[in-house]
């Protein structure tokens, strides 16, 4: 398609949301329960990837930036990531701690927004994560310094070459850089799909060590 088809295209396209409606009564006190039943109803869907997530980071400037990252695990009622700390996305949360993740799930009309401030795990953490990851992912963490611009096309298999060499059949320890973040979220939105665009919409916000919620139009 030219780019002008494409336009056509997007232009015409309607899909009618058919999602359950969802009320309060349907909604966990607790947003991270929530969040799990949720998950469950997506695994249970066979959505693929339900756990990639879109991090929006801003940087100093004032400018966002977002990226789909994978949802590896729960810490501290937040939400954790793995990646390399040296990476724009790192350089950006080290300027501005406070990011969002969005959760897209078309086949269930669903949607969970994410907001809250961010810090990386501790280094127990990681290391216990990294000790999981197959080896060729180990050795790719070490080979690549993530958003640097690549110099050469086989700059990448030269160094996992090296790395190989270097390593032989030895342990392949957790380079500094490379590690996880939680998100520690203040605000949790659940977006359900609903025809006519009347879609369903309820938000959690922290209020110390509880949560409000409110529903929101659509
Ligand atoms: C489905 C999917 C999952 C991804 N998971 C991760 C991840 O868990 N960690 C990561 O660092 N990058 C992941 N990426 C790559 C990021 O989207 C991104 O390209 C990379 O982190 C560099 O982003 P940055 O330059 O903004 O730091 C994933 C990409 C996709 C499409």
Same mark, same amino acid.
């Given at each position: 398609?030219?780019?002008?088809?494409?336009?056509?295209?997007?232009?015409?396209?309607?899909?009618?949301?058919? &999602?359950? $409606?969802?009320?309060?009564?349907?909604?966990?006190?607790?947003?991270?329960?929530?969040?799990?039943?949720?998950?469950?109803?997506?695994?249970?869907?066979?959505?693929?990837? $339900?756990?990639?997530?879109?991090?929006?980071?801003?940087?100093?400037? &004032?400018? $966002? %930036?977002?990226?789909?990252?994978?949802?590896?695990?729960?810490?501290?009622?937040?939400?954790?990531?793995?990646?390399?700390?040296?990476?724009?996305?790192?350089?950006?949360?080290?300027?501005? $701690?406070?990011?969002?993740?969005?959760?897209?799930?078309?086949?269930?009309?669903?949607?969970?927004?994410?907001?809250?401030?961010?810090?990386?795990?501790?280094?127990?953490?990681?290391?216990?994560?990294?000790?999981?990851?197959?080896?060729?992912?180990?050795?790719?963490?070490?080979?690549?310094?993530?958003?640097?611009?690549?110099?050469?096309?086989?700059?990448?298999?030269?160094?996992? =070459?090296?790395?190989?060499?270097?390593?032989?059949?030895?342990?392949?320890?957790?380079?500094?850089?490379? &590690?996880?973040?939680?998100?520690?979220?203040?605000?949790?939105?659940?977006?359900?799909?609903?025809? %006519?665009?009347?879609?369903?919409?309820?938000?959690?916000?922290? %209020?110390?060590?509880?949560?409000?919620? =409110?529903?929101?139009?659509?």
């Amino acid at each position: 398609m030219s780019l002008e088809e494409v336009r056509n295209y997007i232009n015409h396209i309607r899909r009618e949301m058919m &999602g359950k $409606p969802l009320s309060r009564a349907d909604l966990d006190e607790n947003p991270l329960e929530q969040f799990a039943k949720w998950m469950e109803e997506a695994v249970n869907a066979q959505i693929l990837d $339900p756990y990639a997530m879109c991090l929006s980071t801003v940087n100093a400037a &004032g400018h $966002p %930036s977002s990226r789909i990252v994978y949802w590896r695990d729960v810490e501290s009622d937040g939400f954790v990531f793995y990646t390399n700390y040296n990476s724009r996305k790192g350089i950006e949360i080290a300027a501005n $701690p406070y990011v969002s993740l969005n959760f897209h799930w078309s086949e269930l009309d669903r949607q969970i927004r994410i907001e809250g401030p961010i810090k990386k795990v501790s280094t127990e953490t990681s290391d216990k994560y990294w000790a999981s990851r197959p080896r060729e992912s180990r050795i790719g963490a070490w080979a690549s310094a993530q958003s640097s611009i690549v110099s050469s096309p086989d700059q990448l298999q030269k160094s996992v =070459e090296k790395l190989h060499e270097q390593f032989g059949e030895g342990d392949i320890p957790r380079p500094a850089h490379w &590690g996880g973040y939680v998100v520690e979220p203040e605000r949790i939105e659940f977006w359900q799909g609903r025809p %006519s665009r009347l879609h369903d919409r309820f938000v959690y916000i922290k %209020s110390g060590d509880d949560w409000a919620m =409110e529903q929101l139009s659509p």
